[in-house]
């Protein structure tokens, strides 16, 4: 497969006023695509437009080759999300929440044990691991949010602002653990706004700005487009 996730034209207002006026984007096998852009540009709407917690008005997304309006739990199993904030789970531990996910992801507990202790070892979770996901700081919370979603080794990974309130040293564990599941062929796609963290990740990037990418590429060549002032409106 040359594209694991494809999105076309995505349009979406909310009260009539538009949000996403066309968004189209695609990530291949391997890599790793860094969606940026100022505040209310539109990168949680159209992340999760992508795992259908948002119903877009028009365009067309492919997650694993299906697409999400007919095929939503094809493209669903094959895909895993760090939402931007967490809603419930205040009263699971975090290791009831890892094994709830595990089972609704319909994961044998044994078989990704040792995957899932290596994640909570590197990301030094231990200690949490029987505390109220709801007691937990931020970044705490979102590291238990990327073990889950990493532990299904998912073909397509969709995060939002997923180093939130992480220690650095937290973030260069996630930085290799996402390159890895990339290298095994995973496509990624992420937002934040940590450009210390995107340049050190992604292959590629693009540039949402009032609902529409504006430029796309490596980090470098939309570094070189806002030096020569291609793309004036990556100052704004
Ligand atoms: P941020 O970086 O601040 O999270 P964003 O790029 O992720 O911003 P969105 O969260 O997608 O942007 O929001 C885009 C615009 O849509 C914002 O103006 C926001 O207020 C508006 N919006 C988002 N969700 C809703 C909603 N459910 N109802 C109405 N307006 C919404």
Redesign the pocket.
């Known amino acids: 497969m040359s594209t694991a996730i494809l999105v076309e034209g995505l349009v979406k207002s909310?009260?009539r006023?538009p949000?996403?006026r066309g968004v189209s984007f695609s990530v291949r096998p391997g890599e790793v695509y860094g969606l940026l852009?100022?505040?209310?540009?539109?990168?949680?709407?159209?992340?999760?437009s992508l795992v259908g917690l948002?119903r877009p008005d028009d365009g067309r997304i492919e997650l694993c080759g299906y697409n999400v309006a007919t095929h939503r739990l094809q493209a669903l199993s094959c895909t895993g999300y760090v939402p931007?904030l967490t809603v419930g789970f205040d009263y699971l531990s975090v290791r009831e929440f890892l094994e709830f996910v595990s089972s609704l992801r319909g994961l044998r507990w044994a078989e990704i044990e040792d995957y899932v202790e290596r994640l909570v070892n590197l990301f030094e979770l231990e200690r949490y691991m029987d505390e109220f996901m709801g007691k937990l700081s931020r970044g705490t919370v979102q590291k238990a949010l990327v073990i889950s979603a990493l532990m299904s080794r998912p073909k397509v990974l969709v995060m939002?602002?997923p180093t939130s309130g992480m220690d650095p040293e937290s973030q260069r564990v996630f930085r290799e653990e996402v390159s890895r599941l990339a290298r095994e062929g995973a496509a990624v796609v992420l937002?934040s706004?940590l450009l210390y963290n995107v340049e050190r990740l992604c292959t590629r990037v693009g540039i949402?700005h009032k609902?529409v990418i504006i430029t796309e590429g490596s980090i470098d060549e939309i570094r070189r487009k806002a030096a020569t002032g291609e793309n004036s409106t990556l100052e704004d």
């Open positions: 909310y009260n006023v949000v996403l852009g100022p505040n209310g540009a539109g990168k949680t709407t159209t992340l999760k948002v931007e939002d602002e937002s706004h949402l609902g």
